[in-house]
């Protein structure tokens, strides 16, 4: 009888945390799913090395070092690459399939990729990328952003190191 208490206890300990781990997901804006080098994550005064299947949330400040760069991609199948020596802030990222739907991303300094997901397909309205120099809705379904001091400058004058 103590042994079947001991397995039935452990069986329930375990199925509790799989349960808190799906919510914890569920929480996600998405993850992480491709990295190279120092990746972080910055939030609530803490910090996290990211890595591939590491999940990201709203209010994360991921930051990507000199030759390290991290895909993310969220929820509504959007991937955002952050490049090398970059900051990013994920201020809003609230999908349900719906119009509800909206996300800000803030590109802080250096530059992203972007291939949109179903929230700017249906609700290209709900989102933007902010940046120091500008606020920009998104019409298109890929683009990058490059940050050249006080400028965005473009495609040509990128340094991809």
């Keep these: 009888m103590k042994f079947t208490s001991k397995i039935f206890g452990s069986v329930v300990l375990v199925a509790a945390l799989a349960l808190s781990n799906v919510a914890f997901a569920e929480d996600s804006s998405g993850m992480v799913v491709a990295s190279r080098g120092e990746v972080i994550a910055l939030s609530n005064g803490g910090s996290r090395e990211l890595k591939q ?17 991290a895909v993310l ?20 990222y609230l999908y349900a399939g719906n119009d509800d739907d909206e996300a800000t991303l803030n590109l802080v300094s250096g530059g992203l990729r972007v291939i949109t997901g179903a929230m700017a397909k249906n609700n290209p309205e709900n ?3 902010r940046t120091p120099v500008a606020l920009m809705g998104v019409r298109g379904t890929e683009f990058s952003i490059m940050l050249c001091g006080d400028d965005v400058c473009g495609e040509d004058e990128m340094n991809m190191d």
């Design 127 to 129: 989102y933007k990328v």
């Design 73 to 92: 991609q969220f929820t509504d199948g959007a991937k955002v690459t952050v490049r090398p020596d970059s900051t990013l802030i994920i201020e809003q």
């Design 53 to 69: 299947g590491d999940f990201i949330y709203v209010n994360d400040e991921i930051l990507t070092s000199g030759r390290s760069f």
